[in-house]
């Protein structure tokens, strides 16, 4: 682990400082109304940048393909684009998605419940055009290198990520030039991009400029010092991988702007939200009409594709006048229930406790 | 006017609330960088929604036309497509963009300097359709409502704003349905909405659904209280209408991610970016290398199209290791220049004080 300052954490009282909002002015959520579409819209896609969107001129762009390998190559896009062609309907999350919500708070991107999206992205597999260089005995790790570029806690980089070279050469990720069926926007990695279903965002690297073959694990700044769930300044930790289960509603009535507090009118309300995991299909939501006092199943609408979200609906007979809180909380194939607390981290990481809206019926 | 509470002012120790954060979370900026595109790419442009983005369906949409007029009338979405066709590339801005720079800080969606970008907008021209309705004598506003319905400062309302009946007649405001070449997406306003060259983003009601003339002055929310430039909670003040000169840079070099703070390698940096103005043609652009103590004048592109940004560039021979701040300042044909000092108002409009970058050169 090269050196770096820890991250800092609030202080109990601190309000978010103009650091935490530059970040938040830049990069973007989902408006949770989003959850309505199946694919999100490219533009309410969420996004998170850790530099500048570089200007990368997709004629002149290269992916080269080196390190521990028999056979190193470079691809043009027209190259990439030639080979076999998936899609795939996936769900992406930041790591961070819910920092901004643990007491105390993580100085970093302040995202409160809504840095999730789906998109449908279509490329190539990464599996056989890695085989195809023929790794070496030896090969531990494939590190894939962005073309973003700048400093974080004092260390200057590219942007990178590895992967083990059995998830590299065994696993499902693609590198995608797609999305929603259109070339990448600039802002979502363009030209091409890696794609690692069922993990957190920090793996899939935009702008995606090189793939290196090593023979050490890769302890650059975003795969030993940021993305891990830590207690203690100089704990190791352990690294973020796959996203963990979670269920968002859409939240119901129309919203306060400043405050966006919600007014529902009495009646039946019709609730509706996604539930996702990176792990494994969701099999349960349960919705909570009273802060998470009682819990009911909600009826969960057909599965997609493995890592994309799936519909959740439940009916509410909203007769009681005045201040609720609802809640929703997913539970996925392997048993993972999100937690009603936090599970509170140094780096804000992963933090799935269940969502709660606040409404006024009328 | 009808009654609601002030618009608040935080306090000057006041650090930035949650219910700022959740409007940044929502709503966002265009990174700074996009200002190399001509045309800010869709999912880059600026997006404020004051409630949430309602869903409309584009087949059963309807844009009904009456009051005090002869011949109201209601149009599908065919019908509007099929009329006179116009496409105006126009800059829109926030008319909240600066708004977390001033000093006290006005409380709402946090904006620094960033709700600005670029656009293609295709639709058909108000004025002949207005005028096919014939307004009758007496006429004074045209009032248009959106679908998006909220509440804001104790006010239930749908989103809507009024133009004069000689603006409407006479301007150059189009009924817009398509964006860069594409039908809007849900977020700007699908299926159509009011865009008005020139003037600050809070006339281009999105999600258009009703055109009203009236024989009053329209008092509602949008209109007589929220966008006006006042001093004191009870003085009426003077409306926000068009937008300011302002100059704005692409951030030389790279960030840090946490500060944004750029590092930028010595030796010749070619400084660019865009101004712009709803009043007027951009005639000059003045740049600041030492925090406003020196300017001289930078290199102005092409002229695009009236109330279309306009590119500017110069060459900065950085050869003084250390920290610099420049800054750009903009002037227009009525003789408008931005001020170095801020022009503080309650609601926080129109704030086009010079931008400052800080950058340290190595």
Same mark, same amino acid.
């Given at each position: 682990?090269?050196?770096?300052?820890?991250?800092?954490?609030? #202080?109990?009282?601190?309000?978010?400082?103009?650091?935490?909002?530059?970040?938040?002015?830049?990069?973007?959520?989902?408006?949770?109304?989003?959850?309505?579409?199946?694919?999100?819209?490219?533009?309410?896609?969420?996004?998170?940048?850790?530099?500048?969107? %570089?200007?990368?001129?997709?004629?002149?762009?290269?992916?080269?393909?080196?390190?521990?390998?028999?056979?190193?190559?470079?691809?043009?896009?027209?190259?990439?684009? *030639?080979?076999?062609?998936?899609?795939?309907?996936?769900?992406?999350?930041?790591?961070?998605?819910?920092? #901004?919500?643990?007491?105390?708070?993580?100085?970093?991107?302040?995202?409160?419940?809504?840095?999730?999206?789906?998109?449908?992205?279509?490329?190539?597999?990464?599996?056989?055009?890695?085989?195809?260089?023929? %790794?070496?005995?030896?090969?531990?790790?494939?590190?894939?290198?962005?073309?973003?570029?700048?400093? !974080?806690?004092?260390?200057?980089?590219?942007?990178?990520? *590895?992967?083990?070279?059995?998830?590299?050469?065994?696993?499902?990720?693609?590198?995608?030039?797609?999305?929603?069926?259109?070339?990448?926007?600039?802002?979502?990695? *363009?030209?091409?991009?890696?794609?690692?279903?069922?993990?957190?965002?920090?793996?899939?690297?935009?702008?995606?400029?090189?793939?290196?073959?090593?023979?050490?694990?890769?302890?650059?700044?975003?795969?030993?010092?940021?993305?891990?769930? +830590?207690?203690?300044?100089?704990?190791?930790?352990?690294?973020? +991988?796959?996203?963990? %289960?979670?269920?968002?509603?859409?939240?119901?009535?129309?919203?306060?702007?400043?405050?966006?507090?919600?007014?529902?009118?009495?009646?039946?309300?019709?609730?509706?939200?996604?539930?996702?995991?990176?792990?494994?299909?969701?099999?349960?939501? !349960?919705?909570?009409?009273?802060?998470?006092?009682?819990?009911?199943?909600?009826?969960?609408?057909?599965?997609?594709?493995?890592?994309?979200?799936?519909?959740?609906?439940?009916?509410?007979? #909203?007769?009681?006048?005045?201040?609720?809180?609802?809640?929703?909380?997913?539970?996925?194939? +392997?048993?993972?229930?999100?937690?009603?607390?936090?599970?509170?981290?140094?780096?804000?990481?992963?933090?799935?406790?269940?969502?709660?809206?606040?409404?006024?019926?009328?």
């Amino acid at each position: 682990m090269r050196s770096s300052e820890a991250a800092r954490i609030a #202080a109990s009282d601190e309000a978010i400082s103009v650091d935490e909002l530059r970040l938040a002015a830049r990069n973007h959520g989902m408006p949770l109304e989003a959850l309505r579409y199946d694919i999100t819209p490219v533009g309410m896609h969420y996004l998170l940048t850790h530099y500048d969107i %570089p200007d990368v001129d997709p004629g002149r762009w290269r992916l080269t393909i080196g390190g521990h390998v028999t056979a190193p190559s470079t691809l043009t896009l027209a190259e990439l684009a *030639a080979r076999p062609r998936v899609t795939r309907t996936l769900t992406l999350e930041c790591a961070g998605n819910g920092r #901004a919500r643990l007491l105390p708070r993580p100085i970093s991107q302040p995202w409160l419940d809504e840095a999730v999206s789906t998109a449908r992205w279509t490329g190539t597999p990464l599996a056989p055009l890695l085989a195809e260089a023929r %790794p070496l005995d030896g090969a531990v790790e494939a590190v894939f290198t962005g073309a973003d570029h700048g400093t !974080e806690r004092g260390v200057e980089q590219d942007y990178q990520r *590895a992967l083990s070279i059995t998830e590299a050469l065994g696993g499902d990720a693609l590198i995608a030039y797609e999305m929603n069926g259109a070339p990448l926007p600039p802002q979502h990695g *363009a030209p091409a991009r890696l794609i690692v279903p069922g993990w957190y965002g920090m793996a899939h690297v935009k702008w995606l400029s090189d793939l290196t073959v090593t023979t050490e694990p890769f302890n650059g700044f975003q795969q030993a010092t940021a993305y891990r769930f +830590t207690q203690e300044p100089d704990e190791p930790g352990e690294p973020v +991988t796959r996203i963990r %289960p979670r269920a968002l509603m859409i939240p119901p009535g129309f919203p306060d702007f400043m405050t966006r507090r919600r007014v529902v009118d009495g009646g039946e309300v019709h609730l509706r939200g996604r539930a996702w995991s990176g792990h494994a299909p969701i099999v349960r939501v !349960e919705v909570s009409l009273d802060g998470g006092g009682s819990w009911a199943d909600a009826h969960l609408g057909p599965e997609v594709e493995l890592y994309a979200w799936r519909s959740w609906t439940m009916r509410w007979l #909203a007769d009681q006048p005045g201040d609720h809180e609802l809640c929703a909380r997913a539970t996925d194939a +392997t048993g993972q229930v999100q937690p009603v607390g936090q599970a509170w981290n140094r780096q804000g990481m992963g933090n799935n406790t269940v969502q709660r809206v606040a409404v006024t019926v009328r």
